[in-house]
């Protein structure tokens, strides 16, 4: 019996760590990457621009914000730099794997619409942020969010040529 086990125990172990849940990666699953990154990190990029009204003692004031300082752009840079780390870690296999390509596509998709962002934000350009950069943006992350839905919703019409940024 003896060798048998001997044999037979790495091949058990084996077919354990196969079979079970893959590891939780060190940045968190999907949902946590997600929700604690992705999205704050996004957020920071399409709320540096904005435009709304308030009332202040009763009085409606209209208010437009952009970033003022370098200090402040460079907030805003460094969250587009870290959206395409975030792109390109969705594409690494702790993410990826048994995704198929289309995942592939819309994690690089992120990572062009971040590079596009990280360009508005060298130009100052808040018409871009605000309207078509941002808006691509965040085309990019509903489409993979159609394709991937959370849970039982079905993925319903968006392709990958949806959130190609090519330009
Ligand atoms: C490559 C695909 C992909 C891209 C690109 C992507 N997401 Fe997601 N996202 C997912 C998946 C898959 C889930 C569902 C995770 C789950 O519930 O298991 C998700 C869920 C979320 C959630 C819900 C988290 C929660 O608490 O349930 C938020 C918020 C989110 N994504 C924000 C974003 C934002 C913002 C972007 C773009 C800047 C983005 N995502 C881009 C795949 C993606």
């Not at 996004?42 to 209209?62: C, H, T």
């Not at 959206?83 to 594409?91: A, H, K, S, T, V």
Request: glycine share 6%; charged share 25%.
């Amino acid at each position: 019996m003896k060798p048998d086990f001997f044999i037979l125990a790495p091949a058990l172990l084996l077919a354990a760590s196969c079979s079970s849940e893959p590891e939780v990666p060190p940045q968190g699953t999907v949902q946590q990457l997600m929700a604690q990154d992705v999205q704050p990190t996004a957020e920071v990029y399409w709320n540096s621009v904005g435009a709304a009204s308030e009332l202040v003692d009763g009085e409606p004031v209209f208010r437009e914000w952009q970033p003022e300082t370098d200090a402040e752009w460079a907030e805003v840079r460094t969250a587009t730099q870290h959206l395409q780390e975030l792109g390109e870690l969705l594409q690494t296999p702790a993410y990826a794997d048994g995704r198929g390509d289309n995942w592939m596509a819309y994690a690089r998709g992120l990572v062009d619409a971040a590079k596009a962002a990280e360009q508005t934000v060298e130009d100052r350009d808040t018409d871009a942020i605000l309207n078509d950069t941002g808006y691509t943006l965040y085309r990019v992350c509903d489409a993979c969010h159609r394709a991937y839905p959370p849970e039982e919703l079905a993925a319903e019409g968006a392709t990958v040529d949806d959130v190609s940024t090519a330009q």
